[in-house]
């Protein structure tokens, strides 16, 4: 059974760092972070294919840093240079596809979601 378990999330200040863990059983998987802030849709925020190929969505990018450790079964987001609207429940997911997907359709285990609160 594929698990993912994202730990990490809390209330900071604008202009402060955070860093997300997520756990991951079984794979090999590419792993994504999603987010969804209250009334909008869930977003891609960065995904790492197992081989450690990243990507990023705009308005994260120079930010935020996606990798992977522990043998390939934790993924981390570094999360620096928050800003309010930054401010959202984080999703960890899995696709077994073998390449980058940026959609939420293309993943098909979820962990639980963790909140992340910026306030400026």
């Known amino acids: 059974q594929v698990q993912l378990i994202e730990t990490g999330g809390g209330s900071v200040q604008a202009g402060d760092s955070l860093s997300l863990s997520c756990a991951v059983s079984g794979g090999p998987f590419t792993t994504g972070w999603f987010r969804q802030a209250p009334g909008k849709e869930r977003e891609f925020v960065a995904a790492?294919?197992?081989?450690?190929?990243?990507t990023y969505a705009d308005s994260v990018k120079g930010r935020f840093t996606i990798s992977r450790v522990n043998g390939k079964k934790s993924v981390y987001l570094q999360m620096n240079s928050l800003k309010p609207e930054d401010t959202a429940v984080y999703y960890c997911?899995?696709?077994?596809?073998?390449?980058?997907?940026?959609?939420?359709?293309?993943?098909?285990?979820w962990g639980q979601g963790t909140q992340v609160t910026v306030s400026s």
């Open positions: 997911a899995a696709s077994t596809s073998g390449r980058i997907v940026g959609t939420t359709a293309g993943y098909a285990f």
């Open positions: 790492i294919t197992w081989s450690g190929a990243t």
